[in-house]
């Protein structure tokens, strides 16, 4: 069964320093999102692409953060310079029909120390 | 805004016994609504949907009807398993394919 690819599954950094995630869709679907899990909360959208379009990124700290998704294919998320309120899950989903259903990668765990 | 509610945990059941967990939510217009379930060191997974009022959606024993009047969502399932033993997400579509969870609600079957 095909699924959403993401790496590194953990990473460890220090405050101010940068870090970057990728990820890698199910083949075929258009819509990718990036979303952070605070422990012991839901997911909270950060960003929405459609094909390589950004359709939404109101909740992403553009101050701090980045995404991008060039070819319509993978895409990165990247923090510069990283805070410790920063820690928590990064999940990838992807999705084919925009209704809802999202297959969602393991996620990368990041700690800021 | 539209938000979500589900009932505090975490819940601790033994086998077979039944289990509701309460999702509740606030949104305009008529959104979809949707249950996931992440396994430990997984991501998360779609369990169920129901797309209008008084939809039921099933999956793998679970079940949740979509309740217009009380704006709720709960989730059921008459004889847990061990292997059910996961966080539970309650989650709200509104336009554009955004989805909002609720905080999740940690399950725990014991044999």
């Known amino acids: 069964e095909a699924e959403v690819a993401q790496s590194p599954r953990y990473k460890i950094t220090e405050k101010s320093q940068a870090v970057a995630f990728w990820c890698d869709p199910i083949?075929?679907?258009?819509?990718l999102y990036w979303y952070r899990q605070i422990l012991g909360q839901g997911p909270e959208l950060l960003v929405q692409f459609q094909d390589e379009s950004v359709v939404d990124d109101s909740q992403l700290p553009k101050d701090r953060f980045s995404a991008e998704r060039l070819k319509g294919v993978d895409s990165t998320l990247k923090i510069q310079p990283a805070e410790l309120g920063d820690s928590a899950m990064y999940l990838c989903a992807s999705s084919e029909d925009r209704v809802g259903k999202l297959f969602f990668g393991s996620g990368t765990q990041l700690s800021v120390l | 805004g539209n938000s979500v509610t589900q009932m505090e945990g975490p819940v601790t059941l033994s086998e077979e016994a039944f289990l509701t967990i309460n999702c509740t939510y606030t949104a305009t217009g008529y959104p979809s609504l949707f249950w996931y379930v992440q396994y430990p060191g997984e991501g998360l997974q779609l369990l169920l949907k129901?797309?209008?009022?008084?939809d039921k959606g099933s999956n793998k024993g679970f079940e949740a009807t979509y309740r217009k009047e009380t704006t709720s969502f709960h989730l059921e399932k008459g004889s847990v398993q061990v292997s059910d033993s996961a966080v539970y997400f309650c989650?709200?579509?509104?336009?554009?394919?955004?989805?909002?969870f609720g905080e999740g609600t940690q399950l725990t079957v014991n044999p």
């Open positions: 989650a709200l579509e509104t336009s554009g394919s955004r989805l909002t």
């Open positions: 129901a797309t209008k009022a008084d």
């Open positions: 083949s075929g679907h258009a819509t």
